[in-house]
C-alpha cells in the first residue's frame, strides 16, 4: 500500500517552503524515515523522511517550487528498487465557470489573477490585494515563477499614483559575471532586515570597555573551568551576564511595541547571532537569565555547530527578546547593527585592539572594544539606551558585579 510524502508543519508563522532538493529519485529504494526531499524555509532548511521503507513513488512537486504546510510531495510504494514508478499524477485544471455579465459600476473590478505564473501562496495574497501576475512582474521562482516574497516586496514598495512608467529592460550581463539565484533564507534576510528599517525608529548608541579585567578572570579561571565544565570560559557567556543585568535594570530594551501596547517581560530570551553556510541566523537562548556562566556557554557551542551543519530547528530560531552580534569575530572594529524584529535592541561587539586611553591621570595602553546598541527610540529613550551602555560597561570591566549583583 502507498503511502503519501506531504509538507510537515514547519514551525511558528511558516506555512510554505521551496522545493531545495530531492535526495531520492523515482524507484530508488528507501528506508523508512530516510531524508527523501530538503525543503528550505525563511529561516532553515529541513529534511523530510520516508513514512515507511518501500520504493520511492512519482515526484508530485519539481525543485524550486514553493508548496504550502500539508501538500503532497510524492508516495512511497511497496516493493524494492528498480521497479518501475507510476507515472505523476497529472495536476487537474479548476473547472471555469461561466458568469453572467456584471451589471456597470463606477467602481472597476479587481483584476484577474494569471494563476499559471505565481505559487500557491503568492496567488492569495495577490488575490487579496486585487493584483494580478503583470503588475507583479517577472517573478524569481523556477521558470520565472512568482513567489510569496515577490508579492510581498512588491507590495512593499511605494506605489505611484501616475501611471506606471515602461518596464525597464532586461539587464545584459557581462559573459566574466555569473548570476547566481538567492537563497529563500538569504531573501528571507534581506526582507526582515528592510521591514525593520522602514517599521522602527532605529538609533544607535555607542560606548568602549576595557577588557582587561574580563581578560584576567579568563586567564585565571580558564583551566579549572574547562576542567569542570568541558568548555572555555569566552567573551560570549560574560557579555551575556552583562546583558541580561543591564536589561533587568532597564526593562524598555527588553520589550516590544505589539500595536498601541508596550509588551514587558521578566524573563530574557537572548538571540545569539552565528554564521551558517547559508548565511547569519540568531538562534535564541530560552531563559538566558536563569543560566549560568557554563550553561550560556555550552548552548552558544551547540547552536555554533548546528549551525555549521544545518541542523538548528525552527523552534530554536524564534521568540527572542534581545539580541548579540559580534562582529569583532570578522575583524569588525566598529558597526551599527541592525534590529532583529520585532525586538527592541540588539547589541553589536566588535574587535578587541591595544589602544592608548588615559587612567588616572596617565596615557596606558589597555586591550578596548567598542561596543553599539541599536535600539527602537519608539519605546527606548536616549536616557535608557546610554545608561544600559554605561551599566553594560561596568559590568564587564569588573565581573565581580555580576556575582555580587550590584
Not at 251 to 280: K, S
Request: net charge neutral; aromatic share 4%.
Amino acid at each position: 500500500m502507498s503511502v503519501e510524502i506531504k509538507v510537515p508543519t514547519l514551525g511558528e508563522s511558516v506555512t510554505t517552503a521551496t522545493i531545495a532538493k530531492w535526495l531520492k529519485q523515482p524507484g530508488d529504494a528507501v528506508k523508512e524515515d530516510e531524508p527523501v526531499v530538503e525543503l528550505e524555509t525563511d529561516k532553515v532548511s529541513v529534511e523530510v523522511g520516508a513514512p515507511q521503507a518501500g520504493v520511492l513513488g512519482p515526484q508530485v512537486v519539481k525543485e524550486g517550487d514553493e508548496v504550502e504546510v500539508g501538500a503532497l510531495l510524492a508516495t512511497v510504494e511497496p516493493g524494492k528498487a528498480g521497479a518501475a514508478a507510476p507515472a505523476a499524477p497529472k495536476a487537474v485544471a479548476p473547472e471555469k465557470k461561466v458568469e453572467a455579465p456584471a451589471a456597470p459600476s463606477a467602481k472597476p473590478a479587481a483584476p484577474a489573477v494569471d494563476s499559471a505564473a505565481a505559487l500557491p501562496a503568492a496567488r492569495k495574497i495577490m488575490a487579496e490585494n486585487g493584483l494580478n501576475a503583470a503588475q507583479v512582474g517577472q517573478g524569481t521562482g523556477l521558470g520565472g515563477r512568482i513567489t510569496k516574497g515577490d508579492v510581498l516586496g512588491f507590495l512593499s514598495q511605494p506605489q505611484a499614483s501616475a501611471p506606471a512608467a515602461a518596464p525597464k529592460p532586461a539587464r545584459k550581463d557581462d559573459p566574466r559575471e555569473e548570476r547566481v539565484k538567492m537563497t529563500r533564507l538569504r531573501r528571507t534576510i534581506a526582507r526582515r532586515l528592510k521591514e525593520a528599517q522602514n517599521t522602527a525608529a532605529m538609533l544607535t548608541t555607542f560606548n568602549e570597555i576595557d577588557m582587561s579585567g574580563a581578560m584576567a578572570l579568563r586567564a585565571e579561571f580558564q583551566e579549572n573551568f574547562v576542567k569542570k565544565h568541558g568548555v572555555k570560559l569566552g567573551y560570549m557567556s560574560i557579555f551575556s551576564r552583562a546583558v541580561i543585568a543591564a536589561l533587568k535594570e532597564f526593562p524598555a530594551i527588553n520589550a516590544e511595541i505589539d500595536g498601541e501596547d508596550v509588551i514587558y517581560r521578566d524573563f530574557v530570551n537572548l538571540g545569539i547571532a552565528v554564521g551558517g553556510p547559508n548565511g547569519l541566523v540568531v538562534p535564541v537562548i530560552r531563559d538566558a537569565d536563569k543560566m549560568s556562566f557554563a550553561q550560556i556557554e555550552k548552548t552558544i557551542a551547540g547552536f555554533g555547530k548546528a549551525a555549521r551543519e544545518g541542523t538548528l530547528k525552527l523552534d530554536e530560531l524564534s521568540g527572542g527578546t534581545f539580541s548579540i552580534t559580534n562582529g569583532g569575530i570578522y575583524g569588525s572594529l566598529l558597526s551599527t547593527p541592525i534590529l532583529n524584529s520585532p525586538q527592541s535592541g540588539i547589541l553589536g561587539m566588535h574587535s578587541i585592539q591595544e589602544r592608548p586611553v588615559a587612567v588616572n591621570g596617565q596615557v596606558v595602553i589597555r586591550p578596548m572594544m567598542y561596543v553599539a546598541l541599536s535600539y527602537d527610540h519608539r519605546i527606548v529613550d536616549g536616557k535608557e539606551a546610554v545608561s544600559f551602555l554605561v551599566r553594560l560597561k561596568q559590568n564587564v570591566e569588573d565581573p565581580r558585579r555580576l556575582l555580587i549583583d550590584v
